[in-house]
């Protein structure tokens, strides 16, 4: 069975001061359809333009400068950009970050779900309507009739971001892109929305793309785990095992760093300095300005090490299970 | 040790003059754009011509001595009477119109200079001891200040004009009264952002007294923005004096200003004699442009949030 | 929403009451209300008389209650150069200083509103960069200048279009305009793109600012992660979002449109009340001079007014604050 998207190589870069800065480099993943997918990373890792590379809305002066974007056999990166809009909300949908921010305050709910209807399927006014009022109810928002004729500033934001959900799922697309749905949210609510999300894509069978960079999240969410650092994804493979036995000192100094029941009463562990911003990432393994287990080796870039599905970049890596 | 000694030494010595240091790389960043090279080349010509208009005039056009009437309306590059050439041509009082420009200058840049830095000077302070009073004090004068920017500048000047009667002075008092609440509101703006600073505070807890924490402290931070007001202001007061002058209200036909001569030209128009009214709107354009462009370029090398 | 409207009713009262005050002592204190008010041709018997009749020997206030009674009635006093009254006068003109406000109005709006947002869109392209520059020398060019330079060049050299008054009219709502016929609509071309050249550099350089706040938010990328086609996004979901700046813009610069008209119509002979206000102060005709400023005044408030209405009604987020 072929992967719904299989990512090869992809590079995306940003035209800096002196020459191309790569905020994406040389990624390469692949998900099947139903799976889910937890792309972990810090700000900056190159996470969120990732994702907004496989959308086709990277923002110019960027551009996908390298690779292939296969959805369904078909290389994305290679398609023309009214392809692309065709499959945009109706097979893959986005859901952003900040729900305060995503709708346009200035338009009604209604029109916003129903534009993003009429933008790819032929019907009737009424007909849409209904679908998007359907659409509201199943992500547990009430009296959505009335609703539809709200204004965004009406809503909480775990409401809007309710909606945003429910425009994302008015086309059942096979792949939602979700960059970090719920960490603008309140923790109770993060939790909701959070189970609601995963019930609906579960129901739907649809693939889903996880951004985020709370490892808490993934771990209860994915299927498998994909880390990134200074653009390039460093570890990758099955959410359990990477968890259970990580091999990256960057992946381990991640999961470390999350207090759990285990670490009660020690000292959180911590990584050492600071994500070095894109112009400044050393040459070589990106993390080795930070990592105690660098050596000289590290000055040669780190190749995958592994299969396509299960791999990790680094000359050192652990191999011990995390106690 | 030493090293480190001479460390702070240099960073002690670093922050004891800072006046050169960052003065110059300011006036580097200033010039780095060619619009405000062109510009600040262009207003310095300009200032030239006017503050020498009568060493390079060739002809005083406000000594009726020297005007011919025989030479009156003659298109440019005609030689007068006398055999000297007029090289923009003459007006209908037989006057060469390029010392008429030259010396218009000099009514035009000293109305619009004046008027831009009475207003400068009456805004600002109004401004700022509206942000220092605070309470009904600050009300009042930023209502009057809204009350005035909610009226068109034309409409305050008519409106002065028409109480007070018409000349030179009263459209520099027009001016005046038209531009004075834009800086107000921006001294204002500036010093309520300073006013919320700590050390305000602190020196108002020291006694020190008012007059000093608004001089010392609160006037230095909001000149930048001032300045840059001023220098578009100067633009639109040359430009509002010579349109009030257009409409018959202002400067005197005796000592024209670049918007009289305009307005000298306006009726030979129709009969095609079109230098009149056309090199003295050039040299009107010119200057205007000239300084809007510096006066571009200054906001942004003086306002930190624009700066790179 | 109803406590706002009423406040900002009180408010718009106050500042017209407050100007009242200021052009009842800038004529009566400043100026010489006897030079103001009187007709200078009457001799000495006459003027004594006329100043018991106009109440100039009582006091003050008592004469500043006369004033807004006057004011409240609509009586300005009697034109000397028409031998009407004042505000007759000027109402007579109204029709033509609104026709030339709003075809330069509308002439801004359609230049500077489309211009700017091609410029916003794509600010990179070479024709929006000249777009700019253009827009520059529009906020340059002395406005009187570029009108006697239009009549130089279309009028006298090349003769297509007439460069003074109105030309024919024709009535309509009981008043004249000159765009119902053919010849006025000559007439008014020169005028109104005249006055249109400052404020489509303005509506340009605002449209353009507006866009590039807006692209940038993150909604506008949510409806392209929706599959939205580009004209949508455009026309409706930056275009609506920028409705509020412009329209406000628009709203206040309509009445500094008639403002600056006064240049306009003097350079066109346009017979509007712009150059009557000229004219008055020319002929020092005061009781046209005060019924136009009040005029102005009036209008001023009201149409400060009707745009804090307009912002309410167009942004759903200030309703919400005015119902708190």
Redesign the interface.
């Known amino acids: 069975m072929t992967a719904l998207l299989d990512v090869r190589g992809l590079v995306t870069a940003f035209p800096g001061p002196e020459g191309d800065l790569r905020a994406v480099d040389e990624v390469s993943f692949q998900l099947a359809r139903g799976e889910v997918l937890g792309l972990v990373g810090e700000s900056g890792s190159g996470k969120s333009v990732t994702g907004f590379s496989i959308m086709g809305l990277v923002d110019p002066p960027g551009r996908v400068a390298a690779g292939q974007i296969l959805f369904d056999g078909a290389d994305l990166a290679q398609a023309d950009a009214d392809t692309r809009r065709s499959l945009r909300g109706r097979r893959i949908a986005m859901v952003f970050q900040d729900p305060m921010m995503t709708l346009n305050p200035v338009l009604r709910i209604g029109t916003q779900m129903t534009e993003a209807l009429h933008a790819h399927v032929q019907i009737s006014r009424q007909e849409a309507r209904a679908r998007a009022r359907d659409a509201l109810g199943l992500v547990g928002i009430p009296s959505p009739e009335e609703r539809l004729d709200g204004y965004p500033h009406e809503f909480s934001g775990g409401m809007r971001q309710r909606v945003a959900i429910a425009i994302a799922l008015l086309h059942r697309p096979d792949l939602i892109i979700a960059d970090e749905p719920t960490t603008a949210l309140d923790v109770t609510i993060q939790a909701q929305i959070l189970s609601e999300f995963q019930k609906l894509t579960e129901e739907q069978g649809t693939a889903v793309i996880w951004i985020t960079h709370d490892l808490a999240i993934v771990s209860g969410l994915a299927d498998r785990i994909a880390v990134m650092y200074g653009g390039r994804i460093v570890e990758t493979g099955g959410i359990e095992e990477v968890l259970r036995a990580p091999r990256h000192p960057y992946t381990r100094g991640l999961i470390r760093s999350v207090p759990s029941e285990n670490t009660r009463g020690t000292r959180l562990a911590q990584i050492p300095g600071v994500t070095p911003s894109l112009g400044r990432m050393p040459a070589g393994c990106a993390f080795r300005s930070r990592c105690g287990r660098a050596d000289a080796a590290c000055a040669a870039r780190p190749g995958r090490f592994g299969s396509l599905g299960a791999y990790h970049r680094c000359f050192h890596p652990h191999e011990e299970t995390l106690a | 040790m030493d090293s480190k000694l001479a460390d702070t030494a240099g960073i002690a010595a670093a922050e004891e003059a800072p006046p050169p240091a960052r003065a110059w790389p300011a006036i580097r960043r200033f010039f780095a754009a060619p619009s405000a090279l062109v510009g600040a080349l262009g207003l310095v010509a300009i200032i030239a011509v006017a503050v020498f208009a009568p060493l390079l005039a060739p002809q005083d056009p406000y000594d009726l001595m020297q005007l011919d009437i025989m030479d009156s309306r003659l298109p440019p590059g005609s030689e007068s009477f006398a055999g000297l050439p007029y090289h923009l041509g003459t007006d209908g009082q037989g006057r060469d119109i390029l010392s008429g420009i030259m010396y218009g200058l000099r009514t035009s840049l000293i109305v619009g200079l004046a008027s831009a830095i009475v207003a400068a000077l009456i805004g600002t302070t109004a401004g700022l001891m509206a942000a220092y009073l605070g309470g009904r004090a600050e009300t009042a004068v930023m209502r009057l200040v809204d009350?005035q920017l909610?009226?068109?500048t034309?409409?305050m000047a008519?409106?002065v004009?028409?109480?007070?009667g018409?000349g030179v002075a009263n459209v520099v008092l027009a001016i005046i009264v038209a531009e004075w609440a834009t800086y107000a509101r921006t001294a204002r703006g500036t010093a309520l952002v300073e006013r919320e600073k700590e050390y305000i505070e602190a020196a108002r807890c020291l006694r020190i007294p008012g007059h000093r924490v608004l001089l010392r402290h609160m006037l230095p931070n909001c000149l930048a923005p001032i300045i840059v007001i001023a220098t578009m202001q100067v633009?639109r007061a040359i430009?509002l004096e010579?349109?009030l002058s257009?409409?018959?209200?202002g400067a005197s036909v005796t000592q024209p200003s670049l918007?009289m001569l305009?307005a000298n030209?306006?009726q030979y128009?129709?009969s095609?004699l079109?230098w009149i009214?056309?090199y003295p709107?050039i040299a009107?354009?010119l200057t205007?442009?000239s300084i809007?462009l510096v006066g571009d370029r200054l906001r942004d090398v003086l306002n930190p949030r624009r700066a790179r | 929403m109803i406590t706002t409207l009423i406040r900002r009713a009180i408010q718009a009262g106050f500042v017209i009451f407050a100007m009242t005050l200021i052009v009842f002592l800038g004529v009566n204190v400043i100026g010489n209300p006897v030079d103001i008010l009187i007709n200078p041709d009457l001799n000495q018997a006459e003027r004594l008389r006329v100043i018991q009749n106009l109440g100039l020997d009582q006091p003050l206030w008592r004469q500043y209650l006369g004033f807004l009674h006057g004011l409240a009635q609509g009586n300005f006093g009697d034109s000397f150069v028409y031998g009407r009254p004042a505000l007759q006068v000027i109402a007579e003109r109204l029709p033509a200083t609104l026709e030339l406000a709003l075809c330069a109005m509308v002439i801004a709006i359609v230049i500077g509103l489309p211009l700017g947002l091609y410029a916003g869109l794509y600010p990179e392209r070479i024709s929006s960069r000249l777009i700019m520059t253009g827009s520059i020398l529009g906020f340059s060019l002395p406005t009187f200048w570029v009108g006697l330079m239009f009549i130089l060049l279309f009028a006298v050299q090349l003769g297509w279009l007439p460069s003074n008054g109105r030309g024919e009219t024709a009535e309509f709502l009981g008043a004249k305009w000159s765009f119902l016929t053919r010849d006025g609509l000559a007439h008014l071309v020169l005028p109104a793109l005249n006055l249109a050249l400052f404020k489509t550099s303005l509506i340009l350089r605002l449209t353009r600012a507006g866009v590039q706040e807006v692209v940038l938010q993150d909604f506008v990328k949510f409806a392209r992660a929706k599959g939205l086609r580009e004209s949508r996004i455009v026309l409706v979901h930056i275009l609506k979002n920028l409705m509020i700046p412009v329209i406000t813009i628009i709203g206040l610069e309509f009445g500094s449109l008639i403002a600056f008209s006064v240049v306009t119509e003097s350079i066109f002979g346009w017979p509007g009340m712009g150059k009557l206000i000229i004219d008055s102060i020319n002929l020092l005709d005061r009781p046209v001079i005060v019924a136009y400023l009040m005029m102005m005044v009036v209008l001023f408030v009201s149409l400060n007014f009707v745009i804090d209405i307009c912002y309410t009604l167009l942004d759903p987020r200030v309703r919400l604050d005015g119902k708190g």
């Open positions: 009350l909610s009226f068109p034309i409409l008519l409106m004009l028409a109480i007070l018409n633009a430009g010579a349109t257009f409409l018959g209200l918007g305009i030209g306006y128009l129709l095609g079109y009214s056309f709107g009107l354009l205007i442009v809007n």
